[in-house]
């Protein structure tokens, strides 16, 4: 079946038939062989593009994280307004996630189930991404769009956590029938930028107790 | 080693040790043979107690929920603002996962790695620990200190989400010397109030595309 000619398109078709095949059966249940069956490539071919199958799911992840970053930076293109912008990368997320429903599952579940890809790998492409938000938060706090006293960083880190996990929730159908992608959509927008923008502060602040 | 008595000293001893062998190695790189190492006890006296690893995973989750759950559940003992349950309830999630690296680190990112868990296993602690927070939102929403066109269950999720997600920030020690665990508590806290109190809605919000 392997033709033996190294090109991109046989690698991509490596790429897609990995998520296919992770979506499907997990991280860990999944074999090379099984991989390769689905590209329709030989087993050993796999093996002139990838060290091994967690070579397959870092590259796939740089991949993809790539393709939404730079999807995010094109519909960033001309807007100055920092709300906005963040308008937009929520959207961009939520819909890449909405549109590719196998790569869905990879990022949310499959992904963490790599420890040494958690504890080992230096995730630069999650960490571009989150430089994206912590950029237009960092901007929108200078320009007075956003609150003073928000640390980008941190928030950067709160709001891909709340659209990764309300993306687990839509792609695994658990809400299915109760919350559809467009209302999640508007009301995480909405709930963001209500959460940065400036105003008085809530009642009762001072009345925090500090973390023991 | 095993005396061959069955009690719940015995069976904690087995999932405290588990917890620490899961964080140090990873569920699936961790062999049932090690934790019974951990735990001072013959091989075969884990399985008086548990069917297999993920058995142990989800014995391990389901109490270590509980606890949550049960922590929970008294700080908000004779409280009746809806706003200060939350923070209540932001501060015990932060709290016992600052306590417990170990079990931080298996509830953030070990308990991931099971497909099967993830896929499978009615996760009633998982929606008992969600109930209670949208049970608030429900609450604050219905005596107007939050908005009424919030969605509880799903915010619900999306504080679970940033809350989970910061709490492995925090954890994998990415952020040791960046942001520290009473500011990340106090942000997130004024964060998720902004965010859910009523108030004009934020400007443009009519500008929002609808999600394609």
Same mark, same amino acid.
């Given at each position: 079946m392997a033709?033996?000619?190294?090109?991109?398109?046989?690698?991509?078709?490596?790429?897609?038939?990995?998520?296919?095949?992770?979506?499907?059966?997990g991280f860990f249940n +999944?074999? /090379?062989?099984?991989?390769a069956k689905e590209a329709n490539v030989a087993d050993g071919t796999i093996y002139l593009y990838f060290k091994s199958k967690d070579d397959i799911l870092i590259s796939l992840f740089e991949e993809k994280m790539s393709q939404i970053i730079l999807q995010m930076t094109e519909n960033l293109r001309g807007v100055s307004d920092p709300r906005e912008k963040l308008r937009i990368c929520i959207r961009t997320h939520l819909e890449i996630m909405k549109e590719n429903h196998d790569l869905a599952v990879v990022i949310t579940v499959?992904?963490?189930? +790599?420890?040494?890809?958690m504890k080992e790998y230096d995730n630069r492409?999650?960490?571009?991404?989150?430089?994206?938000?912590?950029?237009?938060?960092?901007e929108g706090k200078q320009s007075?769009?956003?609150r003073a006293d928000l640390t980008p960083g941190m928030l950067a880190r709160? =709001?891909?956590?709340?659209l990764d996990e309300l993306s687990l929730w839509l792609v695994m159908g658990a809400a299915k029938n109760?919350?559809?992608?467009?209302?999640?959509?508007?009301?995480?927008?909405?709930?963001? =930028?209500?959460? /940065?923008?400036?105003?008085?502060?809530?009642q009762q602040e001072n009345s925090?107790?500090?973390s023991r």
């Open positions: 033709s033996g000619t190294k090109n991109n398109d046989k690698k991509d078709r490596i790429l897609d038939a990995a998520v296919r095949v992770f979506a499907r059966n +999944s074999k /090379v062989s099984e991989i499959e992904l963490r189930q +790599s420890a040494k890809f492409p999650f960490s571009r991404y989150l430089k994206i938000l912590s950029d237009i938060l960092q007075r769009v956003f709160a =709001l891909f956590g709340m109760k919350v559809d992608w467009n209302k999640a959509h508007k009301e995480l927008t909405e709930f963001f =930028l209500r959460a /940065v923008s400036p105003g008085e502060p809530t925090v107790p500090d």
